[in-house]
């Protein structure tokens, strides 16, 4: 019994237009599903992803409207690690950041950087030999591409209090400074770093969750090992793209054990992913109630190969529903 490496990575906007931009935009990522928070359905949750929406390349956005900033400290992951083809592509994201106004710093052969709200994020050429998982973008050539992630980076005083969890129930495997979970086909690193003085604020540019991936037979035997481990985890719990269960590990970042499907094409087709607002069928009811109050967002269909044909005459507005 495997984890499939990262699943997604869950993180909190206030500005979900500037979001948007900056992710699907100057990143070159597809939103992949427009949807709402289902503990919370008057606010968003916004996945963007490859072409096919995979687990492995899932980073995803509750929209908390005019949040304030947030800081990470100690039980949170503070840093996003990407995987990209090469170093020529490593020199292509310094330049396209740079053109948009983005600073980034070479550290060694890796490159850093903070989205608009300060989420930090760290490109890096991959050595893992899986397969890449890239979106196809009007201005990202596919070669230069981010293919999905590498792993993250959380705050912990004292990280060996989590080794016992991290090890025997979950089957994380040390590698040098950090742990990897993989599986058949794919893997990811964990690893912490000494916090902050500061204790750490949830806001917006800071990560919520990383989740982890199951296969849909294996998930309720993680459960019992995670409870074997002296873990609280919640029952599982529907999310409709896939099943879920959450609890904190010892250094306190929140897990999610979120299954490999059934996957965003559960209810719109591939080639629409992320074009309309996606309310799975227990809220389809609060439509009328949900969509006017979420915040209009740029048209994606601009940013996706071929996705507006030639003499397009549809609505000015920039936002779809």
């Not at 597809?30 to 606010?43: A, E, F, G, M, S």
């Not at 509750?62 to 995987?83: L, T």
Request: charged share 25%.
């Amino acid at each position: 019994m495997q984890l499939e490496g990262i699943h997604h990575i869950t993180a909190i906007t206030g500005d979900a237009p500037r979001n948007v931009d900056f992710y699907a935009r100057v990143l070159g990522l597809r939103l992949v599903k427009k949807t709402v928070n289902q503990d919370d359905p008057t606010i968003y949750h916004l996945f963007y992803g490859d072409e096919r929406g995979d687990p492995g390349l899932d980073l995803t956005f509750f929209e908390y409207p005019g949040a304030s900033p947030g800081r990470a400290g100690e039980g949170m992951v503070h840093r996003i690690g990407w995987r990209v083809a090469s170093a020529d592509a490593i020199g292509y994201w310094a330049d396209r950041l740079g053109d948009e106004g983005t600073p980034s710093e070479r550290v060694g052969a890796r490159l850093r950087f903070r989205d608009p709200e300060g989420l930090e994020h760290e490109l890096l050429v991959d050595e893992s030999g899986d397969d890449p998982l890239v979106a196809d973008h009007v201005e990202v050539p596919r070669e230069m591409a981010l293919q999905g992630f590498d792993g993250v980076r959380a705050y912990a005083a004292q990280p060996e209090a989590s080794r016992a969890l991290l090890e025997r129930a979950m089957g994380f495997e040390q590698r040098s400074e950090a742990w990897e979970v993989r599986g058949r086909r794919r893997g990811s690193l964990y690893a912490y770093d000494p916090p902050p003085a500061e204790r750490g604020v949830q806001g917006g540019g800071t990560v919520h969750h990383v989740a982890f991936a199951s296969t849909v037979e294996d998930h309720e035997a993680w459960r019992d090992r995670v409870i074997g481990a002296e873990a609280r985890p919640t029952p599982v719990i529907d999310r409709f793209y896939f099943k879920s269960i959450y609890f904190r590990e010892p250094s306190g970042v929140l897990f999610e054990l979120a299954t490999m499907g059934p996957g965003f094409t559960a209810d719109e087709p591939l080639e629409h992913l992320g074009e309309k607002l996606s309310l799975p069928p227990a809220f389809e009811h609060m439509r009328e109630q949900v969509e006017p109050r979420l915040t209009p967002l740029p048209d994606i269909r601009q940013w996706r190969p071929r996705a507006v044909p030639s003499g397009y005459t549809g609505p000015a507005s920039n936002s779809i529903s």
